[in-house]
């Protein structure tokens, strides 16, 4: 039950995980117009839930994890799927899609420089030249001499973003250090069951029991969110990084927010302006330039 992918079948999976990803903002830009956002991480995490624990059930990879992955769970769940899933949609009632998705994915500089200082990681030449070439593309992208200073929720959602893009940063940066047990794949359910019980606490003390006018469309949405954009996506990465190549896989990443900018286009009508383009385009290098490993560098670690 554990066979790892052909790289055909993996690389048309990580295709499906990119689409599924990008379009999954635009998805959650429309859920939080009608659904507040902690109760929209809470309904999406419990439906990623059940789908995972089925899964988990059919594929006979159940298990009870060992008190050494605790923590891991608990970082994952908290900071990643509870903290930054929230962070993002209330950050989404007041920031395009585009711009959202771009900021989201600023987390890889966030991460380079903390794993030289934190966890001892080697800080190279191109780790430096990413980190710098990431914040002038975020410099462009906030365009501070035409931004508007007196809309503070305009403010405020820039800001949660980015701390949600901090808080995926931290995830990754304990998951680096943490010596697994079990597979990432057998403590998704465990992760997701933190995730829902967390949020569902979380959001009926701050926003109380929600009003909801459930549409057919708005389940649709739901079922998204939950079923592909969180389920599907967790469960076909784990499969994914069995098969490909670490660089690979960093380097498709980066289509993500690529993905996410032409949806919302498509679907919301945005209309990405020059400045954003360009802040775009840095960052993605700044990203590329600080996790993507040369050639030589791969082949000697192999």
Not at 173 to 184: C, D, F, I, N, S
């Amino acid at each position: 039950m554990h066979s790892t992918l052909s790289r055909k079948a993996a690389l048309s999976l990580f295709s499906v995980v990119v689409l599924t990803w990008g379009l999954n903002w635009v998805v959650t830009k429309y859920i939080v117009q009608s659904v507040p956002p902690v109760w929209t991480t809470a309904i999406r995490s419990g439906i990623a839930c059940v789908i995972v624990l089925v899964i988990q059930i059919v594929r006979r990879d159940l298990i009870i994890p060992r008190l050494g992955d605790v923590p891991v769970i608990l970082a994952i769940a908290l900071l990643h799927m509870v903290a930054f899933s929230t962070l993002v949609a209330q950050g989404l009632l007041h920031v395009s899609v585009g711009r959202s998705i771009v900021l989201g994915y600023t987390t890889p500089l966030w991460v380079i420089p903390f794993a030289w200082l934190l966890l001892g990681e080697r800080l190279s030449l191109r780790g430096l030249l990413g980190v710098a070439s990431g914040l002038v593309g975020l410099l462009f992208l906030l365009n501070p001499l035409s931004f508007d200073w007196s809309d503070r929720e305009v403010l405020r959602g820039h800001a949660l973003i980015l701390l949600a893009s901090w808080c995926w940063a931290a995830s990754i940066l304990y998951v680096r250090r943490h010596r697994w047990l079990a597979t990432p794949f057998q403590l998704i359910f465990w992760q997701t069951l933190l995730a829902v019980s967390v949020s569902s606490i979380v959001a009926v003390r701050l926003e109380g029991w929600p009003m909801v006018d459930w549409s057919p469309r708005l389940v649709a949405a739901f079922g998204f969110a939950g079923g592909l954009g969180t389920a599907l996506g967790y469960w076909a990465m784990a499969m994914i990084n069995r098969a490909l190549p670490a660089t690979t896989t960093a380097l498709g990443m980066l289509a993500t927010p690529v993905t996410g900018i032409v949806c919302s286009m498509l679907f919301l009508g945005e209309r990405p302006d020059p400045m954003l383009l360009s802040g775009m385009a840095l960052i993605l290098t700044g990203i590329a330039l600080g996790t993507v490993k040369t050639r030589a560098a791969t082949s000697r670690a192999l």
